[in-house]
């Protein structure tokens, strides 16, 4: 395929409509092309001129925050194959985002093509990598035929194919994909060398970098911040007003603000630099030649020689040829190696053909290390996927582009819009009582600053910090407890989890397998029975104990960890040894006999265990035996399907019930003599045919430290706990009953009854429901196990029934979902559609896993929990250091915790932008308003304190067992500001009512030239609302941790009360000056003061408790 339509488009895909950009999973994102437009762009530069920058700065602004306006500055819309940017409209998050096309040239060499050699005689290979790639580009250089454009765009680290006869994108993916571009031939002698350089152009280098900023990049997109851009306003307000001392303050805190948030967006970008930084060659072969390359190199197609190259993996693909082990620690955090070998099930060219990467057999991953080869000669790999396209990419890619269930940004760009408008109000409020309520009115200008300034009431300079602090103290109180996280902002989202989905193996229980004996196949009387169960580790029989010493994927190296699995027990009550011979191949001996010559195995081939098969099997030869063997052990069900019926005895599958329901692991084990070709190229489904059934092997597992006491603290929270386990049914269901996922027994309540569903389908391919009480085996009706849609019995269900039902059913999947608390025997597929599901159903699922088969969905689910103390792991964003699963309620509480305290920053500040507003508003109404040091002393002293201290406050020391709605906008928190603030409110019109009431009151003149500062009203309204400020975080704390328990925020509400009390009653001469207080010659007013502020807290907190506090709890 050297020809042109080698890399041509597809044009026979399924149609698109016009200016989409498919990015697969059924998302099709709007486009729209722009190109640069030369009379825009001369005015937007004249403006920019004229404007001394300031237009250049609210440009950059829409650049950031809305790129469909600012693209319409400078550019002209024009069709997509003339363009040479493109807005993208991204459906998931609803932004727009601007990417540049680009464009490159694609040289078609002729169909006379020729293996490209370092001689003229075309029989030896080039010195080097480079000296073959040059010798690519002359020759290709005197056989090119035809070159085409092809235009691309990156969107989210991937690229995406411009089709112009359907004017849209399509992505481009690896050979498992649906490619825009046809695939290159691929071959065991390699790619050839005008693929090469095809592929080099189309897919460029093989990395993964981020867009790492640059300092000013980063100050450039902090400072059109919203919050800054309001900061910049209200700095320029107050020094047109003439208070230099406030503005001054107000800038060095958004330079410290700023400076922290640069720091904190460079050590993110040099930290994820860091991880993806690779250095690394490889050995390539091309045009049936090696060559060391560096892995940015690689293209896919590329065989690549995995044992003559660095063993760090730098790409996704398949095994060939050879097989290895595999450390996938640094991807999944799983420390066991994995054997990787190429599917014995179908040919080499058909492997080279069916490229998928779903069988982990032969599957290797970019961010994994092959630890030894475990073959003779080399060990070959096919390059699949490179760069963003592989699955470490891929993480990456979503983690990038996460559409967060609570996003800080969000909430704080509606709160801000919020106050903004409130301010919009005030300010018209203002010109309203300066301009038109008086019969003499202010001056314009004069009206229009204090106007303004009100307006700059509306967000302090202090709340961007104070978020920043929140989720530092957050992270902190996580550390503290072993907890780490990969991305803060998603600490929020765990306080919204209702549903919590446990894999069992390693997370429920501590996965340490413990051998409780095996139960043999015996003959009497002519017919075959099975053994009582023998618990001695002197195991006698021939071929079950060379199978427990062969059939499991031990190797020499995982030996070494301090991991314990069921295939380490397995070998370990075998009691053999285990070597490496001199051919490479591992064997076994007995250790008994401590005889290298006698009692010695083989290992021929070994297939390692399968999630979906549930089997692992081994083909070994027993040298002093003479003969080579089969043998098999796993799943029951799966190894008596592959056994010879007669050699089945009666009632096993009863007796391997009996164990599972008591909570036992049980695995069957069977064999068969091999005689032709030692099984060499036999294939797995030949090797699986009439087998000689063994008997069976029992395990044991214990609950991990803790398990019983977090299920059940959970449920008393009112969360949901769900069990997803690939293990036996029985198993599953017995360990739920012991920490109270499921009733410990059968009651007579409806809703704690078990009903196991099974699904099947007719002959007709109709879908058939069962429903039996799990315990007694009696039939439910259909619409009897439904049960109630809201007060269901609890369903279990095994992964048979849950593929069925997902495939055929309908609401009846649902149903089973809503009530489902156990899935077992699930693959880890399964368990990723089961978390996708309940999030479809509107839960907010958290996942809790070991970091192995749970990755997928601990990837997929709101928020993932890993168990496993690897750093390096990617699935999760959330991981116990220590492997604790107690480590679950205190990350859950923690959210709610770190969710609450930002929304009662945001109502603290809100309360205080409007008590702040309205005083300010009845100064006006006096043509009077509070003087400088009055607004420095509440801006930058008593406001930004609480609020850096809201964020300290401990979680509770139990989760609640009611979960707050986490948005800013609810009827219930609109309900309680607007309860406080009319309190509020009307305390400060009744005390100005109160003072110009007073005998001895004095009305200060007033000009209309200015407001007047230091008027005895001014100064009394100055010293009610110093209280008042402080109401909010004694009122909004109360329902989650009281303020006498947070030794710093009682601590400083003490410090505030006592200032804010010296200013009242005692202020002396520098004091006066300082503030310009007007101070009430009567000593009981002063009092009067700090008790009716006391009265109005108290009236505040009444109401809170009664009307949301204690309101009835859905």
Same mark, same amino acid.
């Given at each position: 395929?050297?020809?042109?339509?080698?890399?041509?488009?597809?044009?026979?895909?399924?149609?698109?409509?016009?200016?989409?950009?498919?990015?697969?999973?059924?998302?099709?994102?709007?486009?729209?092309?722009?190109?640069?437009?030369?009379?825009?762009?001369?005015?937007?530069?004249?403006?920019?001129?004229?404007?001394?920058?300031?237009?250049?700065?609210?440009?950059?602004?829409?650049?950031?925050?809305?790129?469909?306006w600012?693209?319409?500055?400078r550019?002209?819309?024009?069709?997509?194959?003339?363009?040479?940017?493109?807005?993208?409209?991204?459906?998931?998050?609803?932004?727009?985002?601007?990417?540049?096309?680009?464009?490159?040239?694609?040289?078609?060499?002729?169909?006379?093509y020729?293996?490209?050699?370092?001689s003229?005689?075309?029989?030896?290979?080039?010195?080097?990598?480079?000296?073959?790639?040059?010798?690519?580009?002359?020759?290709?250089?005197?056989?090119?035929?035809?070159?085409?454009?092809?235009?691309?765009?990156?969107?989210?680290?991937?690229?995406?194919?411009?089709?112009?006869?359907?004017?849209?994108?399509?992505?481009?993916?690896?050979?498992?994909?649906d490619n825009?571009?046809?695939?290159?031939?691929?071959s065991?002698?390699?790619?050839?060398?005008?693929?090469?350089?095809?592929l080099?152009?189309?897919y460029?280098?093989?990395?993964?970098?981020?867009?790492?900023?640059t300092?000013?990049e980063?100050?450039a997109?902090?400072?059109?911040?919203?919050?800054?851009?309001?900061?910049?306003?209200?700095?320029?307000?107050?020094?047109?007003?003439?208070?230099?001392?406030?503005?001054?303050?107000?800038?060095?805190?958004?330079?410290?603000?700023?400076?922290?948030?640069?720091?904190?967006?460079?050590?993110?970008?040099?930290?994820?630099?860091?991880?993806?930084?690779?250095?690394?060659?490889?050995?390539?072969?091309?045009?049936?030649?090696?060559?060391?390359?560096?892995?940015?190199?690689?293209?896919p197609?590329?065989?690549?020689?995995?044992?003559?190259?660095?063993?760090y993996?730098?790409?996704?693909?398949?095994?060939?040829?050879?097989?290895?082990?595999?450390?996938?620690?640094?991807?999944t955090?799983?420390t066991?190696p994995?054997?990787?070998?190429?599917?014995?099930? #179908?040919l /080499? &060219?058909?492997? =080279?053909?069916?490229? +998928? $990467?779903?069988?982990?057999?032969?599957?290797?991953?970019?961010? %994994?290390?092959?630890?030894?080869?475990?073959s003779?000669?080399?060990?070959?790999?096919?390059?699949?996927?490179i760069?963003f396209?592989?699955?470490?990419g891929c993480?990456?890619?979503?983690?990038?582009c996460?559409?967060?269930?609570?996003?800080?940004?969000?909430?704080s760009?509606?709160?801000?819009?919020?106050?903004?408008?409130?301010?919009?109000?005030?300010?018209?409020?203002?010109l309203?009582?300066?301009?038109?309520?008086?019969?003499e009115?202010?001056?314009?200008? #004069?009206? /229009? &600053?204090?106007? =303004?300034?009100?307006? +700059? $009431?509306?967000?302090?300079?202090?709340?961007?910090?104070a978020? %920043?602090?929140?989720f530092?103290?957050?992270m902190?109180?996580?550390?503290r407890?072993?907890?780490?996280?990969?991305?803060f902002?998603?600490?929020?989202?765990?306080?919204?989890?209702?549903?919590?989905?446990?894999?069992?193996?390693?997370?429920?229980?501590?996965?340490?397998?413990?051998?409780?004996g095996?139960?043999?196949?015996?003959?009497?009387?002519?017919?075959?029975?099975?053994?009582?169960?023998?618990?001695?580790?002197d195991?006698?029989e021939?071929?079950?104990?060379?199978?427990?010493?062969?059939?499991?994927s031990?190797?020499?190296?995982?030996?070494?960890?301090?991991?314990?699995t069921?295939?380490?027990?397995?070998?370990?009550?075998?009691e053999?040894d285990?070597?490496?011979?001199?051919?490479?191949?591992?064997?076994?001996?007995?250790?008994?006999?401590d005889?290298?010559g006698?009692?010695?195995?083989?290992?021929?081939?070994?297939?390692?265990?399968?999630?979906?098969?549930?089997?692992?099997?081994?083909?070994?030869?027993?040298?002093?035996?003479?003969?080579?063997?089969?043998?098999?052990?796993?799943?029951?069900?799966?190894?008596?399907?592959?056994?010879?019926?007669?050699?089945?005895?009666?009632?096993?599958?009863?007796?391997?019930?009996?164990?599972?329901k008591?909570?036992?692991?049980v695995?069957?084990?069977?064999?068969k003599?091999?005689?032709?070709?030692?099984?060499?190229?036999?294939?797995?489904?030949?090797?699986?045919?009439d087998?000689v059934?063994?008997?069976?092997?029992?395990?044991?597992?214990?609950?991990?430290?803790?398990?019983?006491?977090?299920?059940r603290s959970?449920?008393?929270a009112?969360?949901?706990?769900?069990?997803?386990?690939?293990?036996?049914?029985?198993?599953?269901?017995?360990?739920?009953?012991?920490?109270?996922?499921?009733?410990?027994?059968?009651?007579v309540?409806?809703?704690d009854?078990?009903?196991?569903?099974?699904?099947?389908?007719?002959?007709?391919?109709?879908?058939?429901?069962?429903?039996?009480?799990?315990?007694?085996?009696?039939?439910?009706?259909?619409?009897?196990?439904?049960?109630?849609?809201?007060?269901?019995?609890?369903?279990?269900?095994?992964g048979?029934?849950?593929?069925?039902?997902?495939?055929f059913?309908?609401?009846?999947l649902?149903?089973?979902?809503?009530?489902?608390?156990?899935?077992?025997?699930?693959t880890?597929?399964m368990?990723?559609?089961?978390v996708q599901?309940?999030?479809?159903?509107?839960?907010?699922?958290c996942?809790?896993g070991?970091?192995?088969n749970?990755?997928?969905?601990?990837?997929?689910?709101?928020?993932g929990?890993?168990?496993k103390?690897?750093?390096?792991?990617?699935a999760?964003?959330?991981?116990?250091?220590e492997?604790?699963?107690?480590?679950?309620?205190?990350?859950?509480n923690?959210?709610?915790?770190?969710?609450s305290?930002?929304?009662?920053?945001?109502?603290?500040?809100?309360?205080?932008?409007?008590?702040?507003?309205?005083a300010?508003?009845?100064?006006?109404?006096?043509?009077?308003?509070?003087s400088e040091?009055?607004?420095?002393?509440?801006?930058?002293?008593?406001?930004?304190?609480?609020?850096?201290?809201?964020?300290?406050?401990?979680?509770r020391e139990?989760?609640?067992?009611?979960?707050?709605?986490?948005?800013f906008?609810?009827?219930?928190?609109?309900?309680?500001?607007?309860?406080?603030?009319?309190?509020?409110?009307?305390?400060?019109?009744?005390?100005?009512?109160?003072?110009?009431?007073?005998?001895?009151?004095?009305?200060?003149?007033?000009?209309?030239?200015?407001?007047?500062?230091?008027s005895?009203?001014?100064?009394?309204?100055?010293?009610?609302?110093?209280?008042?400020?402080?109401?909010?975080?004694?009122v909004?704390?109360?329902?989650?941790?009281?303020?006498f328990?947070?030794?710093?925020?009682?601590?400083?509400?003490a410090?505030?009360?006592?200032?804010?009390?010296?200013?009242?009653?005692?202020?002396?001469?520098?004091?006066?000056?300082?503030?310009?207080?007007?101070?009430?010659?009567?000593?009981w007013?002063r009092?009067?003061?700090?008790?009716?502020s006391?009265?109005?807290?108290?009236?505040?907190?009444?109401?809170?408790i009664?009307?949301?506090?204690?309101?009835?709890?859905?």
């Open positions: 395929m050297s020809s042109s339509e080698q890399y041509e488009l597809y044009d026979d895909e399924v149609s698109a409509s016009k200016g989409i950009l498919h990015r697969g999973n059924g998302h099709e994102n709007p486009v729209k092309g722009f190109k640069h437009d030369p009379c825009s762009e001369a005015v937007f530069w004249i403006i920019v001129v004229f404007s001394f920058g300031l237009f250049y700065l609210a440009y950059i602004f829409f650049k950031v925050y809305s790129p469909h600012a693209m319409h500055i550019y002209k819309s024009v069709s997509l194959d003339q363009a040479v940017l493109v807005l993208v409209l991204d459906v998931v998050t609803n932004t727009y985002t601007a990417c540049e096309i680009n464009t490159v040239k694609i040289e078609h060499s002729c169909d006379n020729t293996a490209l050699s370092g003229e005689d075309g029989k030896s290979c080039a010195n080097s990598s480079r000296d073959y790639m040059n010798r690519a580009g002359k020759t290709r250089l005197n056989s090119i035929c035809e070159v085409t454009e092809l235009k691309y765009l990156t969107f989210i680290y991937s690229r995406y194919i411009f089709s112009k006869p359907f004017n849209s994108f399509y992505p481009l993916t690896g050979l498992d994909g825009p571009l046809k695939r290159p031939e691929i065991l002698d390699g790619l050839r060398a005008d693929d090469v350089l095809t080099q152009k189309v460029g280098p093989n990395e993964m970098k981020v867009n790492s900023e300092y000013l980063i100050f997109k902090n400072i059109v911040d919203p919050f800054y851009v309001f900061q910049l306003f209200t700095i320029t307000v107050w020094v047109w007003s003439g208070y230099y001392i406030y503005s001054a303050l107000a800038v060095l805190i958004s330079v410290v603000i700023i400076s922290i948030a640069l720091r904190k967006k460079k050590r993110e970008f040099e930290k994820l630099e860091k991880n993806l930084e690779v250095e690394n060659s490889v050995t390539v072969v091309r045009d049936g030649c090696e060559y060391y390359v560096s892995h940015t190199e690689l293209v197609g590329d065989i690549v020689i995995l044992n003559k190259s660095s063993h993996f730098t790409f996704d693909g398949i095994l060939v040829e050879g097989s290895a082990f595999v450390d996938n620690a640094l991807l955090g799983v066991r994995s054997y990787r070998y190429p599917d014995p099930d #179908v /080499l &060219q058909e492997r =080279l053909e069916k490229l +998928t $990467l779903t069988n982990h057999n032969n599957t290797i991953f970019a961010g %994994t290390n092959m630890i030894t080869p475990q003779e000669g080399d060990v070959k790999a096919l390059v699949v996927n760069g396209l592989t699955e470490k993480a990456i890619r979503e983690e990038s996460e559409n967060y269930s609570y996003s800080l940004d969000k909430d760009m509606t709160y801000f819009k919020f106050l903004i408008v409130i301010g919009t109000i005030a300010f018209f409020v203002a309203l009582v300066l301009l038109w309520l008086p019969d009115p202010m001056e314009g200008l #004069v009206a /229009l &600053q204090a106007a =303004l300034r009100l307006v +700059t $009431l509306a967000i302090p300079p202090s709340l961007p910090l978020l %920043t602090i929140a530092m103290w957050s902190r109180r996580l550390a407890e072993m907890i780490a996280t990969r991305n902002r998603r600490i929020p989202v765990a306080g919204q989890v209702n549903n919590i989905v446990f894999d069992k193996t390693g997370t429920l229980t501590k996965n340490k397998v413990k051998y409780i095996h139960l043999a196949v015996y003959r009497e009387n002519s017919e075959i029975q099975l053994s009582g169960i023998d618990t001695s580790t195991i006698s021939g071929d079950i104990q060379y199978l427990m010493a062969t059939c499991h031990v190797t020499p190296e995982s030996m070494k960890s301090k991991e314990h069921i295939d380490k027990e397995l070998f370990r009550v075998a053999w285990m070597v490496k011979g001199e051919d490479g191949n591992l064997k076994v001996y007995s250790g008994k006999l005889n290298l006698e009692f010695k195995i083989s290992f021929l081939r070994r297939f390692p265990f399968h999630s979906d098969k549930r089997t692992q099997s081994v083909v070994a030869e027993i040298e002093h035996e003479n003969r080579v063997a089969y043998y098999i052990n796993g799943m029951p069900q799966r190894v008596i399907e592959c056994c010879k019926p007669k050699t089945v005895p009666p009632f096993t599958l009863q007796r391997i019930q009996a164990f599972t008591q909570g036992y692991i695995t069957a084990m069977a064999y003599n091999l005689k032709e070709d030692k099984g060499r190229h036999k294939d797995l489904k030949d090797l699986q045919k087998l059934f063994l008997g069976l092997l029992v395990f044991g597992d214990t609950l991990a430290d803790g398990a019983k006491e977090v299920i959970l449920n008393a009112s969360f949901t706990t769900l069990m997803c386990t690939g293990d036996n049914l029985d198993t599953a269901v017995y360990t739920a009953r012991q920490i109270s996922i499921l009733p410990s027994s059968k009651e309540r409806e809703q009854r078990v009903v196991e569903i099974k699904a099947s389908l007719d002959k007709y391919g109709g879908l058939i429901v069962e429903a039996r009480d799990y315990d007694d085996g009696s039939e439910y009706k259909l619409s009897s196990a439904w049960g109630d849609y809201w007060d269901p019995p609890s369903y279990v269900i095994n048979e029934t849950f593929q069925i039902l997902d495939d059913g309908g609401t009846e649902d149903r089973v979902i809503q009530a489902g608390k156990v899935f077992a025997e699930m880890p597929k368990k990723k559609h089961l599901l309940l999030m479809k159903m509107g839960h907010k699922t996942m809790v070991d970091g192995s749970d990755n997928a969905a601990l990837q997929a689910a709101d928020v929990i890993s168990l103390n690897s750093e390096s792991g990617i999760a964003e959330f991981y116990s250091i492997k604790d699963i107690r480590s679950v309620p205190v990350l859950l923690e959210g709610r915790t770190v969710g305290q930002l929304l009662t920053i945001f109502m603290f500040t809100a309360c205080y932008s409007i008590l702040g507003m309205v300010e508003s009845l100064m006006y109404s006096f043509f009077y308003e509070l040091a009055e607004w420095i002393y509440i801006d930058l002293i008593l406001v930004m304190s609480i609020d850096l201290m809201l964020g300290y406050s401990e979680s139990t989760i609640s067992t009611s979960r707050r709605s986490s948005r906008f609810n009827s219930l928190r609109l309900f309680s500001m607007f309860c406080f603030l009319s309190v509020c409110i009307a305390v400060q019109i009744s005390f100005l009512l109160y003072l110009l009431d007073q005998p001895w009151y004095v009305h200060v003149e007033t000009t209309l030239s200015e407001l007047t500062e230091g005895m009203e001014a100064t009394y309204i100055f010293l009610l609302i110093i209280f008042q400020m402080t109401f909010p975080a004694i909004y704390t109360m329902d989650r941790e009281p303020v328990k947070n030794r710093f925020m009682l601590s400083l509400i410090v505030l009360y006592t200032v804010n009390t010296y200013f009242d009653i005692f202020p002396d001469k520098l004091v006066i000056q300082i503030f310009e207080f007007n101070v009430a010659p009567s000593m007013f009092v009067q003061v700090i008790l009716i006391l009265a109005n807290l108290l009236i505040n907190i009444i109401v809170e009664i009307f949301i506090i204690n309101r009835p709890k859905n």
